[in-house]
């Protein structure tokens, strides 16, 4: 970025090429007028507004695009179209609403309820995009194995994921997996929905640059290179959240800021993306015992006591590194467990066999049952790599019938 530019011509590249400003107007329960609000914006400087199909600001954007009079090439227009939507269709009512013949951005508002229904979502979108309907398309709320899927099942990138963001709650990993795909992080409730502007250090942090809370929570997102979306209908809150493009936080500041992650949402227990990837693993996870079960005809509690005890009996066999990798490939509620063990010299020369017997409590022949249709379903989940590392720690005996 470069900080000599304005606050107006400041932008981010997707990875498609389009430029998109570094901030924009969010229009989600403005209370007065939406169109008074966006042509404050504009006058202001902003370049983007955010919407929805489902916000009920659409029209007053369109209107305040017209009363304004700017170039429709200079404004980048995000909307968005929902679940449970016919994407294609839900797009040209958006484009009905605002008045426009294109949507800069167009984003699937939420994740559905499967992949294949997701890929219905973004397929129409597509088909749009190839329309001229709209320009580039992404996703919100999504979780880094949705858009995996999408990306798997189309070939077709989002061009950003929209969610929730802000010092009090982001998150490593979805920075990492957006930044190696090319994705911009758009944040919403960037301002926490004002929950937080009170915050004692993010007040230490205003005074020492003499700005507001506000102004250093969208400096923080725009300085990591990620999007903020601040939603304000007060001209002044609204000139006040685009001025900040003439300070810069220094390092330590940052990294301060970094460090006030929570996991905080102003919308739910945690962000929705973060409850979209707890949700998946816990399919996982169900899966996997669903799997035993049907390889052994056990109870669901015996099917996932035994499951824990192969998981518990691996682990222990495995060197601090390959039990690290074994516990990445395995559901959340399996991973505690697998990190969970601290092999002596003693029990990992142990036969994990017996040793699969003691932890479990039960005869030999109820053993190798459980042992064996916990390892099946286990196989079903592991890298082979990862299940050639595990046969290789095996005595002959235990390798004989874990086959
Ligand atoms: N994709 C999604 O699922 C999703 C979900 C939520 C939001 N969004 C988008 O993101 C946008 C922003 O998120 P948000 O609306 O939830 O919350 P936000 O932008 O974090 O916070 C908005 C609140 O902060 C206040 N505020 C704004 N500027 C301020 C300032 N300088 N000083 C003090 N208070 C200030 C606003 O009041 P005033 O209006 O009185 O200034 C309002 O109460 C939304 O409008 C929407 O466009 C998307």
Redo the contacts with the bound molecule.
Sequence with gaps: MNDTMTATTITQQLHTGTKMPAIGL??????GSVRQAVEAAIAAGYRMI???GD?GSQPGIGEALISNGIPREDVFIVS?IEEHDDAYEATMKNLAELQLDYVDLM?I??PAETDEMNEALWRGLITACHEGKIRDIGV??FSEAQIQSLIDRTGVKPVVN?I?W?PFGWDSAMDTYCAEKGIIIQS???????ER?HDSMIMGIADIYHK?P??ILLRWNVQHGWVP??????PA?IR??IDIFDFKLDKKDMVAIDAMNESFS??AEQP?YQLNRREETHMRYRQLIKAVQQYSGFSDAESKDALEGAVATIAIHLTEGERKDFASQLPRELQDLALAVYPSEENSNQDLFEQFIEVQAVDESRAKKQLLSAWRALKDALSPGQIDHIRGQLSDRTAKFLH
Excluded: F, M, V
């Design positions: 969010g229009t989600w329960q403005i209370r955010d919407t929805s916000y968005k984003l508002h939420r919100s709320n929209q929730e802000s919403y409730s960037p301002l926490t929905r004002a502007l507001t506000s102004q979306l601040p939603k304000s209908d007060n809150h006040e959240n102003a919308l929705i």
